[in-house]
């Protein structure tokens, strides 16, 4: 298939609430699509995000290690970035510890609701994934008929902005779950801008893996 007969996609993927042991677990998946000049795309946005991470004083470090307030300034600051609408995907599954199943399911419905039935090769990163879970979620995900270029594990050495983001919106998410109002007026924010959007559990999952 030549590459310019369909889309590339480079999708980044981050979970929480193994910690509540199946009673919540959340998957945010950031998707970055361009047809023409997608490296050119993924630098700019990269670039940006280091640098509202850099003015919001939140820095390079994950949502539960950063102060408050400057978690706080920098999702104020992501909600103005227009050209992240419909880019990033909330997916939450409750009282199952099917961790990687649910991961699938998200990848697939952020993946469908993203290109329709347009063409595309997806290059996937996930956070927080051992070599064993990776290999069992490239499984799920074949099954489910992703098409896939390559999915790789990232370590910790090689977390990046993207990485950031999307755990934080896992942090801002486990926030508005808690009750926290400055968390939930800020989802609200964040969907009215089409920036986040929530995705349901539609996706028929392939038979379990031995």
């Given amino acids: 298939m030549n590459p310019k007969d369909y889309k590339r996609l480079f999708i980044y993927v981050d979970e929480s609430g193994q910690d509540t042991k199946g009673r919540q677990f959340i998957t945010s998946v950031l998707i970055l699509e361009d047809e023409d000049n997608l490296e ?21 470090i994950k949502w539960s290690k950063s102060y408050y307030k400057y978690s706080q300034k920098y999702i104020e600051d992501i909600a103005n970035l227009k050209y992240l609408t419909k880019s990033i995907y909330i997916h939450t599954v409750v009282n199952s510890t099917e961790y990687i199943e649910a991961t699938a399911d998200a990848i697939a419905q952020a993946i469908h609701k993203r290109v329709k039935k347009e063409k595309y090769k997806a290059t996937i990163y996930v956070d927080g994934f051992n070599k064993k879970w990776m290999e069992r979620l490239h499984k799920k995900l074949k099954g489910l008929q992703i098409r896939t270029k390559k999915i790789r594990g990232v370590k910790k050495e090689q977390n990046n902005a993207f990485i950031r983001l999307v755990d934080a919106v896992c942090g801002l998410v486990r926030q508005g779950e808690k009750g926290n109002n400055w968390a939930k007026d800020m989802l609200v924010c964040l969907e009215k801008k089409k920036i986040i959007t929530k995705i349901k559990g539609e996706c028929k999952l392939s038979a379990p893996l031995l």
């Fill in 40 to 60: 050119d795309y993924r630098e700019t946005v990269l670039k940006d995000l280091e640098q509202i991470e850099t003015t919001s004083k939140k820095q390079n």
